[in-house]
């Protein structure tokens, strides 16, 4: 559930009709801000909040363009940006080394786990695999910019089914092998 959250404004702007890009940017850079309240007063800090508050400085931007000229010539390539602007996204929280899964893995393992090196390690990886992910369906996405509508919206789809199952198996795996590790402890 923290994924969806985490991705709603995404996901909102994807659902809205492609012709009606100004309000769904304007309506994401709502619903950004909304969970940047919600997940201050809940007490994280901003440092744990980089993709929230990428996805809110960057719809607030496409909004300013969408309103100044609906038919901009970036709105055909609205899809490759924002692929493009989740990879950057993703790929400066590994830099400032706190990768964007970590703050939403806290949200659902006990604290105790926090500074673990496999759980640590995890989120690196499982960001690696979500920057890879928004790369690829930029790039895809750039070529496909005047293609079918069909294969456009099936790569964004990939670009986040992909990693979202990897990230389920994966974390998955991680668990067996902790407990496993727990199991061999115990004995």
């Known amino acids: 559930m923290s994924y ?21 940017a304007l309506i994401s850079v709502a619903v950004a801000a909304g969970l940047i309240w919600q997940q201050r ?3 994280r800090g ?11 400085v960057f719809f607030a931007a496409v909004a300013v363009v969408a309103f100044a000229d ?12 924002s692929s493009g602007v989740l990879a950057v996204i993703a790929g ?31 989120a690196y990886v499982l960001t690696s695999v979500w920057t890879a992910s928004f790369v690829i369906g930029c790039l895809a996405l750039t ?3 005047h293609g079918a509508t069909g294969a ?16 389920l198996r994966y974390v998955a795996y991680i668990q067996g092998k902790a407990r496993a590790a727990l199991g061999e402890l115990a004995e």
């Open 152 to 167: 456009r919206v099936g790569v964004q789809v990939l670009a986040f089914v992909v990693p979202a199952v990897f990230t």
């Open 143 to 145: 070529v496909l910019a």
């Open 70 to 81: 609906p038919n901009s010539a970036v709105h055909a390539y609205m899809p490759a940006i």
């Open 4 to 24: 969806l959250r985490t991705f709603a404004p995404w996901i909102v702007y994807a659902v809205i009709p492609s012709q009606y890009w100004q309000w769904s």
């Open 41 to 43: 007063r809940a007490g």
């Open 92 to 122: 400066v929280s590994l830099l400032i080394r706190v990768p964007f899964t970590l703050p939403i893995a806290k949200e659902t393992t006990p604290q105790e786990f926090w500074d673990q090196p496999l759980f640590i390690r995890t």
């Open 46 to 56: 901003l440092d744990s909040l980089i993709l929230d508050l990428g996805s809110a």
